[in-house]
């Protein structure tokens, strides 16, 4: 007797159960290991991923293909090559002829394109056929019973959890020619297709039971109740998607309090590019990642892709990523090259800093790649390295430091039974999972060719969740809910209410995995500090009066923020080019307008990044500066002149030791007015309460800096108009205030803000210790 199983994983855990049994271990095997013994393909080899998408694309190299809108350029094919595999290989699995789908238009387009479809599937089965070779898609039609491997078999017990194609339905029924089968699965309500398939076999398979059939006698041999247990489910919705990887620490403690065994616990990702979440939080390798690491996040795969993003693409922060990388080497990538010279372009990438797992992979990959490139054709290096990429990222190194509490994705979890379940991301554009097989099928059509509809697929996902749920004593669920996030639509049959519980306990797991309170103490804040030791700015006094503890942060302890370097638009960086290019432009001797345009078109254009928002923005602000000088030159007529620009100004006013940059310093006759440019919007005060509470002492300052009695304004750029503070007596008096506060002030606490809406985009609130 053979057991078949859905996944190794199962096959793992069914020897186990044997462990403290001193007899003789039956056979146990995968049903995809079971189906490549069941079927031989006489002198054929399986295609491999690269060789099929290369062939499917040759095959594709007729003029009517343009018509599915689908790109033949080399890149964009293979991203998109998935949707037609994926609908060739249903078709295949289902036994359904493409053929018969010409009867049912649902578009006026429909039958153009299944005809072409239909010479894109003849095309690449014949380039198979070829090279001798078969895939998922041809290995229906060819594939022949291999007898004397059924024959060697008394009983073959199938452990089915989920649905069956018409190819593998076909299959049990050639098997019971040389051995009995015996089908063992759950009847729920979610799989309704199996209990079908069963009672035309003449199986009558009792609802909501668990059961042992023999598919040739007919007969039921084992029926117990399916849901004999009741367990307790507990969901929480989190309006970040990180906060969920701290409520799975916080409800594996729960689970383990309440008695259950960690190697009982499983958390469970409908999508598993959560797992890093959940790999930062784990410092103390309490979980064991069952799908392992995926290669896209070695620094092989890191490097390499960090070339080819960079390659014909000027952007900064590609350039940044090469040199981090030390990859300071300009490459030919588009010129076509011998096996030789790809081989050893990608063998340079391997470093002494990669992992011995990882290596292993690469060289093995390697190896491959070299034997498939031999028959494949010439590539460029581009090309090459793209297919190299695919074919390493599908690679996974096994988890092997890992505790004992199992992360795994909802397929791995069929069978398996656990007391403790988590499950995240139970999310609508998640669960359930969206399929990629009806690009060129409708339902309407799938229903009438009996392919599997979008029901069934979701009844699969239902059915998944539903047998992870009723196997455990203690459930808990998680999901996104924001702007962007609903909870899935599965959440309404289990009727559940959202934990009342706040977020903020969970940001604690987060911010610190360890659970120790190391957050700073306010009394380490407190200590004497010197306003005045260097000359004061008015953007210094500014950071201080909105919060003392980020002047702290920043301006005693040193911290900075990493910045990316990038040429992404930026409002705050453009403001400082239009600075910079004002300051340039009125220190020429320009005289008419038209000049003045010129100049400044010239000007922004060779300053600002190349890029299609830059230069969007840019000549928006050009087409605005027409009016502002305009203006000039009217203002000009009136007597004012441009004394200074760009001015660094440092004075001692009195005990007090000041600093700043006036923008300009216009003159005429015996006025002078200091000019602060405004690109963005104009902090203007509205009342003298707000005035009294302002933190901005800008246009104050450059009053108490400058040695003349000058009057102050903004310069607001977007409407070319000056603009005076109406405030401006009343907030010299209250900034003469806080300087001498400051100066006859020793120790300070360097509180925290109380406006908690400036904490959102502080770099320091983590460290700070804010409410957030």
């Known amino acids: 007797m053979i057991e078949v199983f859905s996944t190794a994983r199962q096959v793992r855990e069914f020897y186990e159960s044997f462990s403290s049994s001193n007899t003789l271990l039956p056979k146990a095997i995968t049903i995809a290991e079971f189906e490549s013994k069941a079927w031989i393909l006489p002198n054929l080899i399986e ?81 198979l056929e070829q090279k001798g070779m078969y895939d998922s898609i041809t290995k229906p039609k060819i594939a022949k019973i291999n007898s004397s491997y059924l024959s060697s078999l008394e009983e073959v017990r199938i452990h089915l959890e989920g649905f069956l194609s018409r190819f593998e339905i076909r299959l049990l029924g050639e098997c019971q020619g040389y051995c009995r089968v015996h089908i063992v699965t759950p009847i729920t309500a979610y799989n309704k297709k199996v209990r079908s398939w069963l009672s035309d076999e003449g199986i009558n398979a009792k609802p909501n039971s668990f059961i042992e059939c023999d598919l040739g006698a007919k007969t039921v041999l084992k029926s117990e109740d399916l849901y004999n247990r009741h367990p307790k489910i507990s969901y929480r919705s989190f309006s970040s998607r990180a906060l969920q990887a ?43 990642f069952a799908m392992g690491f995926g290669m896209k996040s070695s620094r092989y795969y890191q490097r390499l892709n960090s070339l080819l993003q960079a390659f014909g693409d000027d952007e900064i922060e590609h350039q940044q990523r090469l040199t981090r990388f030390g990859l300071n080497e300009r490459f030919d990538l588009n010129r076509s090259t011998s096996l030789e010279e790809i081989m050893a372009f990608l063998s340079s990438f391997k470093s002494e800093k990669d992992l011995k797992d990882e290596r292993d992979i690469i060289e093995s990959e390697l190896f491959l790649f070299e034997k498939f490139l031999k028959d494949a054709g010439v590539f460029t290096l581009q090309q090459a390295a793209i297919l190299f990429l695919q074919r390493l990222g599908r690679q996974r190194t096994d988890d092997k430091e890992g505790g004992k509490v199992t992360v795994l994705g909802v397929l791995e979890s069929r069978g398996a039974r656990y007391e403790g379940v988590i499950i995240v ?60 996030k609903l909870p899935s639509r599965f959440l309404k049959s289990l009727a559940l209410s959202d934990e009342p519980s706040g977020e903020l306990s969970y940001k604690d797991i987060i911010f610190d995995p360890n659970t120790s309170k190391r957050r700073a103490v306010d009394k380490i804040f407190t200590q004497e500090h010197d306003f005045f030791q260097i000359p004061l700015s008015a953007s210094r006094l500014k950071h201080f009066l909105e919060c003392e503890r980020y002047y702290y942060f920043f301006y005693i302890k040193g911290y900075r923020e990493p910045q990316m370097p990038s040429d992404a638009y930026d409002a705050r960086v453009f403001g400082t080019l239009v600075h910079d ?53 009217k203002r000009h007529e009136e007597g004012w002149e441009i004394l200074d620009l760009e001015s660094e100004v440092e004075r001692e006013v009195g005990t007090l030791r000041l600093k700043g940059i006036i923008d300009r310093v216009d003159k005429r006759g015996d006025e002078y007015l200091l000019l602060d ?45 000056l603009i005076e503070n109406p405030y401006s007596e009343l907030k010299k008096e209250k900034l003469k205030e806080h300087l001498d506060t400051l100066k006859a002030q020793k120790e300070f606490h360097f509180d925290k803000t109380l406006d908690i809406k400036r904490c959102a985009f502080c770099p320091f609130d983590k460290i700070c210790g804010s409410t957030l």
């Open 677 to 721: 440019y405004k690109s963005g919007k104009v902090p203007l005060e509205t009342s003298e309460e707000k005035a009294l509470a302002s933190c901005d002492f800008q246009l104050e300052f450059y009053s108490l800096l400058y040695e003349h009695n000058a009057s102050a304004a903004f310069y607001d750029l977007n409407s070319a108009k």
């Open 425 to 484: 991301d139970f999310n609508d554009d998640i669960v359930p999972k969206r399929s990629g097989k009806d690009m060129f099928i409708s339902s309407t059509l799938r229903s009438r060719c009996s392919l599997p509809s979008v029901e069934d697929r979701e009844n699969l996902q239902r059915f998944f969740y539903d047998r992870l749920i009723s196997n455990a004593r203690l459930i808990a669920i998680c999901c996104t809910v924001n702007e962007d």
């Open 581 to 633: 290019v004002l300051k340039e432009l009125f220190g020429q001797k320009i005289t008419t307008i038209a000049a003045l345009k010129k100049a400044a078109k010239e000007l922004v254009e060779d300053r600002r990044p190349k890029n299609a928002i830059w230069e969007f923005e840019s000549d928006i602000w050009l087409l605005k500066l027409e009016d502002f000088f305009q203006n000039e030159f």
């Open 47 to 127: 295609a491999d991923e690269d060789t099929r998408v290369l062939l499917m694309r040759q095959a594709a190299a007729f003029e009517n293909f343009e018509k599915l809108h689908i790109p033949k350029e080399f890149m964009a094919f293979l991203q998109n090559s998935n949707y037609i595999f994926r609908f060739f290989e249903e078709l295949a699995n289902e036994e359904v002829d493409i053929s018969q789908l010409d009867t049912h238009d649902t578009y006026a387009e429909f039958g153009e394109h299944i005809a072409i479809l239909k010479e894109l599937l003849h095309a690449y089965s014949t380039l």
């Open 246 to 288: 701290a409520f799975v620490f916080k409800k594996i403690e729960e689970f383990t309090a309440s008695g259950i065994l960690p190697q009982d616990i499983a958390v469970v990702l409908p999508d598993e590019n959560f797992a890093p979440f959940l790999q930062e939080l784990d410092s103390f390798k309490n979980l064991n």
